[in-house]
């Protein structure tokens, strides 16, 4: 098993620390009975090609951590690390390249490197997230993201001459990973991608690709710059609906901590730290935007 994590490993670019303290967490692990047990009993079931029940599995690995005295976060990022060879080979018969498994992997990578700048801790505190690449349900196709859903932002929705209802029409949902700017090349190139991915969910030779997510949150025009990466991609779909959000939940996001209730408190090191700290400070409030764009194999179609 730890030769099989160190592979795995390897063929991504983990920090040396990162590495040393997951090898080390998977030694602790495995020298326990108990924790071994709780660790290994769904990766074998995985590999066997039984289902696994995700939530059960993280719950056990992070009770294999306590009892082995490793970081709950880093027990349940084990995981799925462990994981990460038996599902190349399930992507494998089915015949899916493998640049898709290895950039839907890069996840666990951008996971690991969040939970290192929040909390210090090398691991994941949404291990939650990765059951749907492990079900084979989510795919990284370029910088994107994408899954399978059924239309569920408003009740009913017409556009190009198509009308959904909610729950009636399968979509598809974008999901944008921490792993850098988003470069307009790179977004299209995902887009196409989707495009010949998911084919059989084109309605009149358009692809309807929906998004949930604070970078869709239409008050962000107020404060970006026009030259925005996220504005670009944020004006790719028509908001359907924009709420704001008390709290600010997806601090930890743009700052690497959650919100400590003054915007005098937060980081200011990159324009977008300055920009949403100065709107904050103004008395603007953070949210979430919901859309839908429309893709004809080449280009966003408006």
């Known amino acids: 098993m730890k030769t099989e994590l160190q592979n795995f490993l390897d063929q991504?670019?983990?920090?040396?620390?990162?590495?040393?303290?997951?090898?080390?967490?998977?030694?602790?692990?495995?020298?326990?009975a108990d924790a071994s047990r709780l660790l290994l009993t769904p990766i074998e079931a995985y590999k066997s090609g039984a289902a696994v029940n995700f939530a059960t599995a993280i719950r056990e690995a992070a009770a294999a951590g306590a009892a082995a005295g490793v970081h709950e976060y880093t027990a349940q990022f084990l995981l799925f690390a462990c994981l990460g060879e038996p599902l190349r080979l399930r992507y494998k018969e089915k015949g899916i390249d493998a640049s898709i498994w290895y950039d839907s992997m890069m996840d666990l990578l951008y996971k690991l490197n969040e939970c290192y700048a929040v909390h210090g801790v090398w691991g994941t505190f949404v291990a939650f997230w990765f059951d749907r690449f492990f079900e084979m349900t989510r795919f990284a196709l370029g910088r994107l993201q994408f899954e399978e859903a059924t239309y569920h932002l408003t009740d009913s929705y017409s556009g190009h001459g198509i009308t959904m209802k909610r729950g009636e029409k399968k979509v598809l949902n974008v999901h944008i990973p921490s792993s850098g700017p988003l470069y307009r090349d790179d977004v299209l190139d995902s887009y196409r991608r989707a495009y010949h991915f998911y084919n059989d969910l084109t309605i009149n030779g358009l692809l309807p690709i929906i998004c949930e997510?604070?970078?869709?949150?239409?008050?962000?025009?107020?404060?970006?710059?026009?030259?925005?990466?996220?504005?670009?991609?944020?004006?790719?779909?028509?908001?359907v609906k924009s709420i704001e959000i008390g709290g600010f939940d997806d601090c930890w996001r743009i700052y690497?901590?959650?919100?400590?209730?003054?915007?005098?408190?937060?980081?200011?090191?990159?324009?977008?730290?300055?920009?949403?700290?100065?709107?904050?400070?103004?008395g603007g409030v953070s949210g979430v935007g919901y859309g839908i764009l429309w893709f004809d194999g080449e280009k966003v179609v408006k």
């Open 12 to 32: 991504f670019p983990y920090p040396a620390e990162a590495q040393t303290t997951l090898l080390q967490g998977l030694d602790q692990i495995l020298a326990n």
């Open 213 to 239: 997510s604070w970078l869709l949150y239409d008050r962000m025009q107020e404060f970006l710059s026009a030259d925005s990466n996220i504005l670009r991609f944020q004006q790719d779909f028509e908001i």
């Open 256 to 282: 690497n901590i959650n919100y400590p209730g003054d915007p005098a408190l937060l980081p200011r090191k990159t324009s977008l730290q300055r920009r949403y700290a100065d709107w904050l400070a103004a």
